[in-house]
């Protein structure tokens, strides 16, 4: 029964989906026969003669994560004299379809997108396959999509070494609470919620109780409220919270702050995220663990430079096509650490 209802929610969205990019492109005609239309997609370029055009789709390019690997793919693509068409989706699956939609018409050779929503990619396919265009997939998810590459973090990996830290961390400031919590990105991106599953494998693992699995949707905000409910029973038995994104983490700190608990109960977050730096500098945060959004970026460019130029990628695992981006950790010092201790 649940695999029939997931098929029927799956069918659903898509004809949502399907329904939304048909109603765009009839406005889209409407406009243009009555005025300028107004561009959905901003141009980077390294070359206007260049003879391959990238399309590159962004999460949201006003989070700081996102704004580093578009950064990554600008640069590398200009190194290789590479045109790209930038389209930022601003966290909107409207916007998603509607941009890589817009960036197919511009003519472009293959598209590197980093998808707000992996659901939507079966339609992002869809619209690439009838217009013979290759794919790469760089972060959140797929969407069980066959994709040429997908170029990712191991999560996983990093939840380990998150739990690992946190005993670490519980040994050292000598915390006698055998209890953690975790806040939960939003439940489609899938690969980073493995993150939170390793990190919930470790502590259980050495006998401690997750007291709370609370999702807030990478959302600062969400995540501040979050531990409030936390801390309103737990505040005095907690040992640690690990937050699978830097922005749930930072809110996460200020209610751990506000509550009186700063260095009492630890809080590790995922990313690397400048401000995430900032705040375990100053006390409020005790640990994150670090992607390489600007590498990941840049591979993205070189993978689809392969494949454009006919070459052969090397994945590290050849079954999903992944490609792995180192991640390590930025411990309570703020300084990077490549290895445990």
Same mark, same amino acid.
């Given at each position: 029964?649940?695999?029939?209802?997931?098929?029927?929610?799956?069918?659903?969205?898509?004809?949502?989906?399907?329904?939304?990019?048909?109603?765009?492109?009839?406005?889209?005609?409407?406009?243009?026969?009555?005025?300028?239309?107004?561009?959905?997609?901003?141009?980077?370029?390294?070359?206007?003669?260049?003879?391959?055009?990238i399309?590159?789709?962004?999460?949201?390019?006003?989070?700081?994560?996102?704004?580093?690997?578009?950064?990554?793919?600008?640069?590398?693509?200009?190194?290789l004299?590479?045109?790209?068409?930038?389209?930022?989706?601003?966290?909107?699956?409207?916007?998603?379809?509607?941009?890589?939609?817009?960036?197919?018409?511009?003519?472009?050779?293959?598209?590197?997108?980093?998808?707000?929503?992996?659901?939507?990619?079966?339609?992002?396919?869809?619209?690439t396959?009838?217009?013979?265009?290759?794919?790469?997939?760089?972060d959140?998810?797929?969407?069980?999509?066959?994709?040429?590459?997908?170029?990712?973090?191991?999560?996983?990996?990093?939840?380990?070494?998150?739990?690992?830290?946190? #005993?670490?961390? /519980?040994?050292?400031?000598?915390?006698?609470?055998?209890?953690? @919590?975790?806040?939960? +990105? $939003? =439940?489609?991106?899938?690969?980073?919620?493995?993150?939170?599953?390793?990190?919930?494998?470790?502590?259980?693992?050495?006998g401690y109780?997750?007291?709370?699995?609370?999702?807030?949707?990478?959302?600062?905000?969400?995540?501040?409220?979050?531990?409030?409910?936390?801390?309103?029973?737990y505040?005095?038995? #907690?040992?640690? /919270?690990?937050?699978?994104?830097?922005?749930?983490a930072?809110? @996460?700190?200020?209610? +751990? $702050? =506000?509550?009186?608990?700063?260095?009492?109960?630890?809080?590790?977050?995922?990313?690397?995220?400048?401000?995430?730096?900032?705040?375990?500098?100053?006390?409020?945060?005790?640990?994150?663990i670090?992607?390489?959004?600007?590498?990941?970026g840049?591979?993205?460019?070189?993978?689809?430079?392969?494949i454009?130029?006919?070459?052969?990628?090397?994945?590290?695992?050849?079954?999903?096509?992944?490609?792995?981006?180192?991640?390590?950790?930025?411990?309570?010092?703020?300084?990077?650490?490549?290895?445990?201790?």
């Open positions: 029964m649940n695999k029939v209802l997931k098929t029927i929610s799956g069918l659903i969205l898509f004809f949502i989906v399907f329904c939304l990019v048909i109603y765009n492109q009839i406005i889209s005609s409407v406009k243009n026969q009555t005025s300028e239309p107004e561009a959905i997609a901003i141009t980077e370029t390294a070359s206007e003669d260049s003879e391959y055009t399309g590159w789709s962004v999460y949201n390019n006003t989070f700081e994560f996102f704004h580093t690997m578009q950064e990554g793919v600008l640069d590398r693509a200009a190194e004299g590479i045109h790209v068409i930038a389209h930022d989706q601003k966290s909107s699956i409207v916007e998603m379809i509607t941009g890589v939609t817009d960036l197919i018409e511009q003519g472009i050779d293959i598209l590197i997108i980093s998808p707000y929503n992996p659901n939507a990619m079966r339609v992002i396919i869809g619209l396959e009838d217009a013979h265009i290759p794919v790469v997939v760089v959140i998810g797929t969407g069980g999509t066959d994709v040429e590459a997908f170029i990712i973090t191991d999560s996983f990996a990093g939840g380990s070494l998150a739990g690992e830290y946190a #005993l670490e961390l /519980i040994r050292r400031h000598s915390i006698t609470s055998t209890n953690v @919590a975790i806040l939960k +990105v $939003e =439940e489609t991106a899938a690969h980073a919620r493995r993150r939170g599953e390793a990190f919930k494998d470790i502590m259980t693992q050495d109780t997750v007291v709370a699995e609370i999702t807030a949707n990478s959302d600062q905000t969400q995540s501040y409220e979050a531990t409030r409910e936390i801390l309103a029973s505040a005095d038995d #907690l040992a640690v /919270i690990f937050a699978e994104n830097d922005r749930m930072l809110g @996460a700190a200020q209610a +751990v $702050e =506000e509550a009186g608990k700063r260095g009492q109960i630890m809080v590790i977050g995922f990313d690397g995220d400048p401000a995430a730096i900032t705040a375990i500098q100053e006390g409020l945060m005790q640990g994150t670090a992607q390489q959004p600007y590498e990941m840049a591979l993205g460019v070189d993978v689809a430079y392969t454009l130029t006919g070459g052969r990628v090397i994945y590290d695992d050849v079954e999903s096509k992944e490609l792995y981006v180192e991640i390590y950790l930025i411990d309570e010092t703020g300084q990077p650490r490549r290895h445990m201790q």
